[in-house]
Every structure is written in C-alpha cells, then in structure tokens.
Nanobody
Framework: QVQLVESGGGLVQAGGSLKLSCAAS????????MAWYRQAPGKQRELVAS???????NYADSVKGRFTISGDYAKNTVYLQMNSLKPEDTAVYYC???????????????WGQGTQITVSS
C-alpha cells in the first residue's frame, strides 16, 4: 500500500503565504506524477499544480505566478509554496500521486487525506 501524508495547512490572512508538504511512503517502485488538488465547499475538486518525475510542471490559471510546486522524487516528496493567498484559495488541499507498486505493471492513483487552507479577508 501507499500512503500520502500532507502537512502545512492552516489559517492565513489574505496576501500571506503557506507551504504544503506531502510525503509518500509504502511499497513504491516509481512515481510518475505528484500533484496538488483542491476542493472548495460546493465545488468540484480541481487540479492546482502538478509535477512529473522529469520535472514538468503545470498550474491552474488561477494560481500561476503565485504558487510553486517543487519536489524531491528521490525522497517521494512534493511541496506547494503558496504566496499572495486570496480568500478564493480557501479549500481542502489534497496531495495526489501516480504510483507504480511491486507486482503491478500499471500506475495507480493515490490520495492524501487532505489539509484545510483558510484565507481570511
């Protein structure tokens, strides 16, 4: 099994910064992509940022220039530096990883438990 554990959530004022961390552990052969998603109340879960194992990064338009995804695949970790936070960034943030485990030829999706980010105006 694979576990994703997030940390770094909390309450911050608009304009502030937070950094999320996610560590993957368990029976991991390789990780193809690690990403951050978020889900606000009453809304669908959306991709915030992703980073592939070769370093390609993608961002939602709403966070470009404010959020930065980084990671260390040797340590199975991914980070999300969030600057200039806005009230509309308020959501539960989920870590996601596409992982290949021993004995399985395909990659599978795994999710963290989520961490709450609240941005006050």
């Amino acid at each position: 099994q694979v576990q994703l554990v997030e940390s770094g959530g909390g309450l911050v004022q608009a304009g502030g910064s937070l950094k999320l961390s996610c560590a993957a552990s368990g029976s991991i052969l390789s990780i193809n992509v690690m990403a951050w998603y978020r889900q606000a109340p009453g809304k669908q879960r959306e991709l915030v940022a992703s980073r592939s194992s070769v370093g390609n990064r993608n961002y939602a338009d709403s966070v470009k220039g404010r959020f930065t995804i980084s990671g260390d695949y040797a340590k199975n970790t991914v980070y999300l530096q969030m600057n200039s936070l806005k009230p509309e960034d308020t959501a539960v943030y989920y870590c996601h990883a596409v992982v290949r485990t021993p004995g399985i030829s395909s990659f599978n999706n795994y999710w963290g438990q989520g961490t709450q980010i609240t941005v006050s105006s």
